[in-house]
C-alpha cells in the first residue's frame, strides 16, 4: 500500500510538470513591488538565501497560511508543507477542506506563509485552534495585517514567503497515514494539495 502511495504521489507531483512545461513563458512570475509599509519593515532575499532548517521552519515552528485581501482575508497555522523546485522555486501547502482559509485559497491567486519568532506561539496556537468564522482572529491575537498587493501577511513577521498558485489537487484517503496513535482516515479530497511560485521572500530588517 506504501509503495502505491509513493507512486501516488510521484504522478501527482509529476503530471502538472508537463501541463507547465507546455506554456510558452518559462520565466519566474513578477509582482510590483510591496508598499512601503513593507520595504520600510522588511528587505528582499532569493529564496536561495534562505538558510532556516525547512522541517523546522515548517513541522515545528509553524507558519501562518494567509489568503485573501485588505477587504477581505484569513489565516490559519500549519506545520505541513515545504519548499522545493518545480521549473522556480515553489512551496506547498496542505489544507483539510473545512477550513476558513480554504474558501480564501480556492478564490485567490496569491497566498503567503508567515513565520515568526518563538515569542509569538501564543497567537500561532490561537490560529491553530479558532476558526474565522467564529472570531476575529487578527483583533484576538494582537497581531499587525500587512498587505503585499498581492498577498496578506504580519507585521510581526520575521519572514514572509509571497507565493503565487500554479496547481492544487485533492489527495487519496489511501495515501493518508494517520500520527501515531490515531486510526481514522479522512475522506478522499479531505485535504488539498497546494503548489505555489514563490515570488517573493520577505525577511525582517
Known amino acids: 500500500m506504501r509503495i502505491l502511495c509513493w507512486l501516488y504521489l510521484l504522478v501527482l507531483c509529476g503530471c502538472p510538470a508537463l501541463v507547465w512545461a507546455e506554456a510558452d513563458d518559462e520565466k519566474p512570475s513578477v509582482v510590483p513591488l510591496p508598499p512601503k ?47 522545493g523546485l518545480w521549473r522556480h522555486p515553489v512551496a506547498f501547502i496542505l489544507v483539510y477542506n473545512t477550513r476558513y482559509t480554504y474558501e480564501f485559497l480556492e478564490k485567490e491567486n496569491y497566498f503567503t506563509l508567515s513565520f515568526f519568532e518563538e515569542k509569538y506561539r501564543p497567537q500561532l496556537k490561537l490560529f491553530g485552534t479558532k476558526s474565522g468564522r467564529d472570531i476575529d482572529k487578527v483583533k484576538e491575537s494582537g497581531l499587525t495585517p500587512l498587505s503585499l498587493k498581492p498577498g496578506m501577511a504580519y507585521t510581526e513577521a520575521r519572514m514572509i514567503v509571497q507565493c503565487k498558485k500554479i496547481y492544487a489537487d485533492r489527495t487519496r484517503a489511501e495515501c493518508w497515514f494517520p500520527p501515531k496513535g490515531e486510526t481514522s482516515r479522512p475522506e478522499d ?12 521572500v520577505w525577511v525582517r530588517k
Not at 479530497?189 to 517573493?200: D, M, Q, R, S, T
Open 37 to 83: 509599509e513593507v520595504t520600510d519593515l522588511f528587505k528582499s532575499i532569493s529564496s536561495d538565501e534562505i538558510r532556516d532548517n525547512t522541517f523546522k521552519l515548517i513541522g515545528r515552528d509553524w507558519m501562518l497560511i494567509s489568503a485573501g485581501d485588505e477587504k477581505k482575508f484569513n489565516s490559519m497555522t500549519a506545520s505541513w508543507g515545504g519548499f
Open 189 to 200: 479530497g479531505a485535504h488539498k494539495l497546494y503548489f505555489g511560485e514563490i515570488v517573493g
